[in-house]
């Protein structure tokens, strides 16, 4: 971003940033400063654009998966969440384990495209808070990039929004956790994990719609 | 015999069914009547006017699917049969609402749970709100009539053990519990009544009231969003509507306009009101949108002995209502009991949390118990509900704040809850609260749930339930429509869903829809017969 913008971008936030907490306290001024911050961000050179296609994930074994509403930053974002978020539930094995998260984050961007507009808004605004350098530091309080973050950091953060008595940074907790968490415990890859057992196989075999031809 | 699957047959069979993906031009159509929503109250409404000889379209936003779609797969079915993807809240995000977007609406996933409306809710509306000719005595030829036509009576098969949990936990303290009807014919009781019945034995709108309408000539264009009402003078001419891409999120961009002599909106507490204020249908008392209601709901969930399998069986059997109405119809905040399903997709976004704690508390699913309550509002000076209004973008948000009095409940509510589940054996308890750790006893819970903040967010607050809006009343000024859903001020408009009920119901509403919708439409067959 040029100098210029910067400087007044930091001089935007920082007179924010005097009264956070009581200015995020309420819905209708967290939304204002989500907005601000979305614009911001896009002007900063943040990705905005969905990412299709071309999304970094090193060593990828599939890339056939269009990405409809995660940036290339939220999915970064997203790869330095997931440890945190089901780390214990992801292999070691560094091969399955990218394809785990890989895969969990396509599930990710296929649930939001189905939530719609309104709500995607909504994330929207949260994922450019947390992507947007200056806003990672100063709300989210996470100092390095979210590609060099340590999982001890993400888990700090995420702790932090949990505990926090600021409803809006808890709200922010459950919408991370939701998805993520639905997207990794819910899928059949990972049913083990929660011991469900999946659906009787004596009905599965009985019903026509899971027959080969239906 | 349950393996039918009706849809299917009735499709091969040449029913008018029209995708509204498909559609590549702006096109326009007639009935006598239009319909709105395909859920319990339009499904009903279009099978008895459509009986009576009245032509009949039918519109519903989400998709048609059917048995060949009901696979037991929970991120399918969140993503393609529930409003916004699963994702629907409250305005301040505080309350996650469940509710069905497809043909069938709810009644498609819901847990079948069959209710008639409380007698103390329609004793309280007669006397608040003039409804004295909705009293148990003048609905229980409804109720009789709705039970019969979807099958509803009490479960009879024993309850799962999630469920018996409840019922153990009840019995254990001395308080009331009951067995819940359910609308079922030929159950299989697998449990996978929330992600669209595998074996179409469930007899929500999409098995018995929708292929009834379609039998007799009705149409249905489903993927196809009710945009506006447009008036001309006193009435309304016609329904613009946007057809859906097949993604069933985006609008394709090709329009259809509904002519009709009436109008029926039956579009759920929140997609009704919405509809309304989008139209600026004529509003003088400005109601449209007000009191509208949830049955909001917190949970604690539960580590037993044994194994529970919370995923397997009914998922709904057994209620209490002991704290109901037990202080009163207009008293403090009363609350209906029941058990949730548990599949792991579920779990994983009830149960807040991430890291360690959290697959810990995950793999623990087999032997878990859940138990809820759902809180009666709308009945008390203090208990408001919500306002449904419109976003920038026309869609409707629910801004639903939390009053004190029902905080007040929420808390009492978490006591019972934990109680029973200790009574039943439980060795552990936790609520579902972002402060609550495990409980080892009922002496520790309660000293815990004393310390409680119970505030927005930290208390993981549901609902199902959607209720109000466009209330029914007596006087204009404080109601949308009369007892027989008719439109105060607009001749052509009826409303036939939850949406009318003046206050929540205390107890699941999909029967109280029926019976309200089979006893209006039956009135305005008669009339546009006439």
Same mark, same amino acid.
């Given at each position: 971003m040029s100098e210029s913008l910067s400087r007044s971008v930091q001089t935007d936030l920082s007179d924010t940033a005097m009264d956070r907490r009581s200015f995020l306290r309420t819905g209708l001024g967290g939304a204002m400063f989500l907005g601000t911050v979305s614009v911001t961000a896009g002007l900063s050179g943040c990705a905005i654009a969905p990412a299709g296609r071309d999304y970094p994930m090193p060593g990828a074994m599939d890339q056939s998966y269009e990405f409809q509403f995660l940036t290339r930053d939220d999915i970064v974002l997203f790869q330095a969440l997931l440890p945190a978020m089901v780390g214990p539930g992801l292999t070691e094995e560094p091969v399955v384990r990218r394809q785990q998260i890989q895969a969990t984050i396509e599930r990710i961007d296929a649930g939001i495209h189905q939530f719609g507009p309104a709500n995607q808004k909504e994330l929207r605004g949260l994922f450019d808070l947390l992507n947007f350098g200056l806003t990672r530091v100063t709300v989210a309080r996470v100092w390095s990039s979210w590609e060099n973050a340590s999982t001890q950091s993400v888990d700090a953060f995420l702790e932090r929004w949990r505990t926090s008595g600021i409803g809006l940074f808890n709200n922010g907790y459950i919408a991370l956790t939701k998805v993520s968490n639905v997207a990794f415990y819910g899928h059949e890859d990972h049913w083990h994990l929660s011991g469900y057992p999946g659906p009787p196989s004596w009905a599965m075999d009985a019903l026509p719609q899971f027959k080969d031809n239906a | 015999m349950s393996l039918t699957d009706r849809i299917a047959r009735g499709l091969e069979a040449g029913w008018k069914v029209t995708d509204g993906a498909t559609l590549t031009q702006n096109q326009t159509h007639e009935a006598d009547v239009v319909i709105v929503g395909t859920g319990a109250g339009g499904g009903t409404t279009a099978e008895i006017l459509a009986k009576a000889g009245l032509s009949v379209i039918l519109v519903e936003e989400g998709r048609l699917y059917h048995q060949k779609d009901f696979k037991m797969n929970e991120l399918d079915a969140y993503a393609s049969l529930y409003q916004e993807g699963m994702s629907r809240v409250t305005k301040d995000g505080a309350i996650a609402i469940l509710q069905g977007r497809c043909v069938g609406g709810s009644t498609t996933v819901n847990w079948t749970s069959s209710f008639r409306t409380p007698a103390p809710t329609l004793n309280?509306?007669?006397?608040?709100?003039?409804?004295?000719?909705?009293?148990?005595?003048?609905?229980?030829?409804?109720?009789?009539?709705?039970?019969?036509?979807?099958?509803?009576?009490?479960?009879?098969?024993?309850?799962?053990?999630?469920?018996?949990?409840?019922?153990?936990g009840c019995e254990a303290l001395g308080w009331s519990w009951e067995v819940i009807p359910r609308n079922v014919k030929g159950c299989w009781n697998l449990g996978y009544c929330g992600v669209g019945c595998p074996t179409n034995a469930k007899q929500g709108a999409l098995t018995t009231t929708i292929p009834g309408a379609l039998d007799n000539n009705a149409r249905l264009f489903h993927g196809l969003r009710a945009d506006k009402l447009v008036m001309s003078e006193d009435n309304i001419s016609h329904l613009q509507a946007s057809a859906m891409a097949a993604d069933g999120v985006t609008p394709s961009g090709v329009t259809v306009d509904l002519k009709a002599r009436h109008f029926v909106v039956a579009a759920?507490?929140?997609?009704?009101?919405?509809?309304?204020?989008?139209?600026?249908?004529?509003?003088?008392?400005?109601?449209?949108?007000?009191?509208? /209601?949830?049955?909001? +709901?917190?949970?604690?969930?539960?580590? !037993?002995?044994?194994? =529970?399998? $919370?995923?397997? #069986?009914?998922? %709904?059997?057994?209620?209490?209502?002991?704290?109901?109405?037990?202080?009163?119809?207009?008293?403090?905040?009363? /609350?209906?009991?029941? +058990?949730?399903?548990?599949?792991?997709? !579920?779990?994983?976004? =009830?149960? $807040?949390?991430? #890291?360690?704690? %959290?697959?810990?508390?995950?793999?623990?699913?087999?032997?878990?118990?859940?138990?809820?309550?759902?809180?009666?509002?709308?009945?008390?000076?203090?208990?408001?509900?919500?306002?449904?209004?419109?976003?920038?973008?026309?869609?409707?948000?629910?801004?639903?704040?939390?009053?004190?009095?029902?905080?007040?409940?929420?808390?009492?509510?978490?006591?019972?809850?934990?109680?029973?589940?200790?009574?039943?054996?439980?060795?552990?308890?936790?609520?579902?609260?972002?402060?609550?750790?495990?409980?080892?006893?009922?002496?520790?819970?309660?000293?815990?749930?004393?310390?409680?903040?119970?505030?927005?967010?930290?208390?993981?607050?549901?609902?199902?339930?959607?209720?109000g809006g466009c209330g029914m009343g007596r006087n204009p000024e404080e109601s949308v429509v009369n007892s027989f859903g008719e439109h105060h001020h607009v001749a052509n408009l009826s409303v036939h869903d939850a949406s009318i009920f003046p206050t929540s119901i205390g107890a699941n509403p999909q029967l109280s829809v029926y019976a309200l919708a089979a006893r209006n439409s039956t009135r305005l067959a008669q009339k546009l017969g006439s």
């Open positions: - | 309280h509306w007669a006397s608040r709100f003039g409804l004295d000719d909705l009293t148990p005595a003048a609905m229980k030829p409804w109720f009789d009539g709705r039970e019969q036509r979807h099958n509803i009576e009490p479960w009879l098969a024993d309850p799962n053990v999630n469920n018996d949990i409840l019922r153990q759920s507490a929140i997609g009704s009101p919405g509809l309304l204020l989008r139209s600026d249908i004529p509003d003088p008392h400005d109601r449209i949108g007000k009191r509208t /209601f949830l049955h909001p +709901v917190n949970a604690t969930i539960a580590e !037993m002995p044994d194994t =529970v399998d $919370p995923y397997y #069986g009914a998922p %709904q059997s057994i209620y209490s209502d002991e704290f109901n109405f037990s202080q009163g119809v207009d008293g403090p905040a009363g /609350f209906k009991l029941e +058990v949730p399903p548990l599949h792991p997709a !579920m779990s994983a976004g =009830v149960v $807040p949390g991430h #890291g360690e704690q %959290q697959i810990h508390d995950l793999s623990k699913l087999p032997r878990l118990n859940s138990v809820i309550a759902l809180l009666r509002d709308g009945f008390h000076p203090d208990s408001t509900g919500g306002t449904v209004s419109l976003r920038d973008d026309g869609s409707p948000i629910l801004d639903y704040p939390v009053s004190d009095y029902l905080w007040k409940g929420l808390k009492d509510a978490f006591y019972k809850m934990a109680e029973i589940q200790f009574a039943a054996g439980a060795r552990k308890v936790r609520l579902m609260h972002l402060d609550s750790p495990w409980y080892s006893s009922w002496a520790e819970a309660k000293a815990g749930i004393d310390n409680l903040a119970m505030e927005p967010h930290r208390v993981r607050l549901f609902t199902a339930h959607q209720m």
